[in-house]
């Protein structure tokens, strides 16, 4: 069936196939596919099947670790007749190996615990409160931002100089 696409969308397939990677899903896949298959003049049935397939063959090749010799000869016995799909699966299966792997990984932490996605920070000069009207403090605050199950959440730490300085020193820590 990939063999039937027109050859401008078979040498445009990688557009569409590597956001198709990820598992799930993203939410603008469908409309990114109905755009190729507009552009293309293709039936959307045309396009799922061959699609889903090399999606099939690219995930569960990097989930394997496969080397890209190692697909190649899969897909030479695969598709003998067809030297085109080796050359549009392997010319995307790198990038596709490293997005893959990051899924999997990422859902294999998840399944277990929360995720820390990324890290902001912001220092602040606080110039006296209620409690202390004359207080000079500085004050670093940090927000991390993690994956908890299906959801990303956020949560905002002060810290105070000392905090700050054992925070280095466990970073620097863990970095040796």
């Known amino acids: 069936m990939l063999l ?28 990114r596919l109905d755009a190729f298959c507009a552009a293309h003049g293709i039936a959307k049935d045309a ?12 995930r569960e090749a990097a989930c ?3 080397p890209a010799g190692a697909l190649a000869e899969d897909l030479g016995a695969l598709c003998p007749e067809a030297p085109i799909v080796k050359e549009l699966l392997l010319g995307v299966y790198d990038a596709a190996k490293v997005k893959v792997q990051q899924d999997v990984l990422r859902g294999m932490l998840t399944d277990h615990g929360k995720l820390l996605l990324d890290v902001d920070w912001r220092r602040d000069a606080i110039e006296g409160t209620s409690r202390a009207p004359d207080a000079r ?14 959801d990303t959440k956020r949560i905002t ?9 054992r925070l280095r020193a466990c970073l620097d820590q863990m970095a040796t």
């Open 4 to 31: 039937r696409l027109p050859t401008p969308a078979l040498a445009r397939m990688g557009d569409v196939l590597g956001p198709c990677l990820a598992d799930p899903l993203p939410a603008d896949a469908e409309p």
């Open 47 to 58: 396009l799922a099947r061959p699609l889903r397939a090399c999606r099939f063959l690219l």
């Open 64 to 66: 394997r670790d496969a």
């Open 137 to 150: 403090l500085r004050v670093t605050l940090l927000t991390l931002r993690y994956q908890d199950g299906d």
């Open 157 to 165: 730490l002060q810290l105070l100089p000392e905090t700050l300085r």
